[in-house]
C-alpha cells in the first residue's frame, strides 16, 4: 500500500505542481504532515541535497522522499508517480501541435521564438565569457531593466587587468584538446569537467 500512496501522492504534485521544483515544497510539506514519513527539518535537508546534486529539484525532492520512506523501489515508485504526469502532458501537447503544425500562425509563431531563444542564449554566453576570461562585469543600472558592461581593471595585472590570463589559458587548452587532439576529443565531457575543476581547485590554492 506505501508504494500506491507514493505513486498517488507524488503522482497529484506532478501534476499540480506548476511553476518550477520549488513549487512542489508546499506539497511536499502537505504529504509530510499527513503521512509522517518526514519531518519539516527532514523536508528542510532534502531540499539542501537536491539543490547540490545534479537533475531537476521536483524530481530529486521525490526520489529522497521515496527511498526515506521505502528505500529504494519506493524511490523509484515516487519518481515514476512525479514524472508520469509530465510525460502525458507532453504527449498531448505533441499530438495538438502535430495537427495544427502547418497552421500558418502557428508556424509564425515557431518562426518569431527561434531568433529569440538565440539571443536570449547568445546572451547567456556572452555573459559567462566576460565573466570567466575578462574583468568586465554586467551590471544593471539602478532603476533600468537594460544592463550595460562595467569594467573594473587592475592596471598592474597583466594586460593590465582587462583579460584573465589563467582563464585564458585554460579556455585555449580545452579549445584545442577537444577540436585538434585525436586521442583526446572523443573523451566524454564529464572528463574536461573534472579536469577543469582540478585545475579550479590548484589555482585557488596557489592564489590563496
Not at 118 to 145: D, F, H, K, P, R
Not at 188 to 205: Q, T
Amino acid at each position: 500500500m506505501i508504494y500506491l500512496q507514493l505513486f498517488w501522492e507524488f503522482f497529484k504534485t506532478g501534476l499540480f505542481a506548476v511553476g518550477g521544483g520549488m513549487a512542489t515544497l508546499p506539497f511536499l510539506q502537505a504529504i509530510g504532515e499527513s503521512t509522517g514519513w518526514y519531518t519539516y527539518t527532514d523536508l528542510m535537508n532534502m531540499l539542501a541535497v537536491s539543490e547540490s546534486t545534479p537533475g531537476p529539484i521536483g524530481i530529486n525532492m521525490a526520489t529522497y522522499v521515496g527511498f526515506t520512506a521505502a528505500g529504494v523501489p519506493g524511490a523509484v515508485i515516487a519518481t515514476l508517480g512525479e514524472v508520469t504526469p509530465s510525460i502525458i502532458v507532453i504527449l498531448i501537447v505533441a499530438a495538438v501541435l502535430h495537427s495544427f503544425r502547418n497552421n500558418r500562425y502557428v508556424d509564425q509563431a515557431f518562426y518569431g521564438l527561434r531568433p529569440a531563444s538565440t539571443g536570449l542564449i547568445g546572451a547567456a554566453c556572452v555573459s559567462v565569457i566576460l565573466e570567466v576570461l575578462t574583468s568586465v562585469q554586467l551590471a544593471a543600472q539602478e532603476g533600468s531593466l537594460v544592463k550595460a558592461p562595467a569594467i573594473s581593471l587592475d592596471a598592474s595585472a597583466p594586460l593590465g587587468g582587462l583579460f584573465s590570463l589563467p582563464g585564458l589559458a585554460l579556455a585555449a587548452l580545452l579549445l584545442v584538446l577537444t577540436n585538434w587532439v585525436p586521442k583526446v576529443k572523443g573523451l566524454h565531457p564529464i572528463v574536461f569537467i573534472a579536469l577543469s575543476a582540478a585545475v579550479g581547485i590548484v589555482f585557488g590554492f596557489a592564489g590563496a
